[in-house]
């Protein structure tokens, strides 16, 4: 009978286990407003796995967003990743790593010293910046006939001849019924926008024209470095810190 009774309570268990996932799958993203602002927070107060997991999930949830990001946001968060490599003693090669990625969406990226002081790895930061100057635009690919789709690139409109540095950036559509998908993509790849909106486009339709306004994001822009929102604050589980590099 006991036994039973165990079997009964292990079946509920996993009843609503089951419920709770699908219910978390079904859940639409937390806006990432503030996010970036909370990391460099972890970061200066040497909470190194806190940060780490607030990075892995704002990068995963990006493409998620149901607004167009801003590009300073995006450059703040591959910056805090690079940032994160010096505080944990992983070195200038995996600094790099996001230091040259924040610099491919925005080459005028100002440097830290508040929290990464302005000795060798802001001379190592600028030395990144002349690389990723230098390199060769490439073009982003939108076709002529695009119909109703607006596409963005960190945010910035797109347009038939717009190009940007290699590099990975996020590449955002906003498809006709108004949907907003996004996703990941390493330049000089070139992004499938025609494939990024959910139902078939009407490639004879007027091209659109970008209607994002400023500010229409949820990614962390105006505020990249000052937090005005607790939103997503229970999302990274607590871990135990890290010991920052001596």
Not at 41 to 68: F, K, M, N, V, Y
Request: net charge negative; aromatic share 6%.
């Amino acid at each position: 009978m006991g036994a039973l009774r165990r079997m009964a309570w292990v079946g509920m268990a996993l009843v609503v286990g089951l419920s709770t996932a699908e219910a978390a799958k079904s859940k639409p993203p937390r806006p990432l407003r503030g996010r970036t602002a909370k990391i460099r927070e972890s970061l200066a107060d040497g909470a190194l796995a806190r940060a780490r997991g607030a990075l892995a999930l704002a990068e995963e949830r990006a493409p998620e967003q149901p607004r167009i990001v801003r590009p300073e946001g995006v450059a703040a968060l591959w910056f805090l990743q690079g940032a994160l490599a010096l505080k944990a003693g992983e070195g200038t090669d995996a600094a790099g790593v996001g230091f040259r990625r924040a610099l491919a969406v925005d080459p005028g990226l100002a440097w830290d010293p508040e929290l990464l002081g302005s000795g060798d790895e802001w001379r190592f930061f600028e030395a990144l910046r002349s690389e990723v100057g230098s390199k060769s635009p490439v073009d982003l690919g939108l076709p002529a006939r695009h119909g109703g789709l607006e596409a963005y690139l960190d945010g910035r409109p797109v347009a038939v001849d717009s190009t940007a540095l290699p590099g990975l950036h996020l590449a955002q559509v906003r498809c006709p019924d108004g949907t907003i998908t996004g996703a990941w993509v390493e330049l000089p790849k070139t992004p499938r926008w025609l494939k990024m909106c959910p139902g078939k486009l009407d490639l004879d339709a007027a091209p659109a024209e970008n209607t994002a306004p400023a500010g229409d994001d949820d990614f962390g822009a105006l505020d990249v470095f000052g937090d005005e929102s607790p939103e997503g604050a229970d999302e990274s589980p607590a871990a135990p810190d890290e010991t920052p590099a001596p």
